[in-house]
């Protein structure tokens, strides 16, 4: 069965620390790639997505992302983060062909000031 | 501005009774997509359309339902509500094609169930 897999549930880090949060999938065809954002009380937003060429994505807010073909992954990074990276971010796979997405569990970040 | 609304933000209903959760969507986008965000489960995809009389179930769909009569609507029904359906449901767009499949959500829709 398709899914993606978000390991880290909870995270909290300093102000300025590195972050870096997983994402798995399990599927064997071609991928659409996608991170989103959901600051608490409000809706998802997209940080960035991967469609194709360059597997280094950069989105909004300093985030950026790599797609590794052989290891089903796809990253989120960002070199220093900020009290108001405080957000739930979630990691969505939508198959090639298809409009539908999968997401995963969601990964709770806690900044601290 | 185009946007994707949902209504109402908020709803509390008793056991066994129908609900509609509405959205309405003016990106004029043909897909229209219903999820549940649960706890531990992140966002499961519920229904989802992509036009005008296209239905189809999604990973959760026993107990919901949902009909297209038009490009901008796609109302969420809870035949019987359960208590199992206490959730936040989000409603979501994106346009058919092959330049993007970024889907765009709406504000939410907290319900409880009693």
């Known amino acids: 069965a398709q899914s993606v897999s978000q390991h880290n549930h909870h995270v909290i880090l300093s102000e300025a620390a590195s972050l870096e949060l997983g994402c798995n999938y399990s599927?064997?065809?071609?991928?659409?790639l996608f991170w989103y954002v959901q600051y608490p009380g409000q809706h998802l937003q997209l940080l960035l997505k991967?469609?194709?060429?360059?597997?280094l994505v950069k989105g909004i807010k300093g985030f950026e992302a790599e797609f590794i073909k052989s290891k089903f992954s796809f990253n989120l990074r960002k070199p220093s983060v900020q009290w108001s990276d405080t957000a739930e971010y979630f990691c969505?796979?939508?198959?090639?062909?298809?409009?539908?997405?999968?997401f995963g569990t969601g990964t709770r970040l806690k900044v601290l000031a | 501005d185009a946007e994707i609304t949902q209504s109402p933000r908020h709803k509390i209903t008793e056991t066994g009774r129908q609900v509609t959760l509405a959205c309405h969507q003016t990106?004029?986008?043909?897909?229209m997509f219903w999820y549940r965000q649960d706890l531990g489960h992140g966002l499961r995809l519920i229904h989802y359309?992509?036009?005008?009389?296209?239905?189809n179930k999604g990973e959760v769909s026993d107990g919901y339902s949902v009909s297209r009569s038009n490009t901008e609507d796609l109302p969420l029904t809870l035949e019987s509500a359960a208590s199992s359906q206490t959730s936040v449901y989000f409603c979501?767009?994106?346009?058919?094609?092959?330049?993007?499949?970024?889907?765009?959500f709406g504000p939410g829709t907290r319900l409880t169930v009693t």
């Open positions: 969505a796979v939508n198959p090639k062909g298809t409009y539908k997405y999968i």
């Open positions: 599927y064997g065809g071609t991928v659409n």
């Open positions: 991967y469609f194709s060429g360059d597997p």
């Open positions: 979501a767009s994106s346009k058919s094609g092959t330049e993007s499949y970024e889907q765009y």
């Open positions: 990106w004029n986008h043909n897909n």
């Open positions: 359309s992509y036009g005008v009389q296209d239905t």
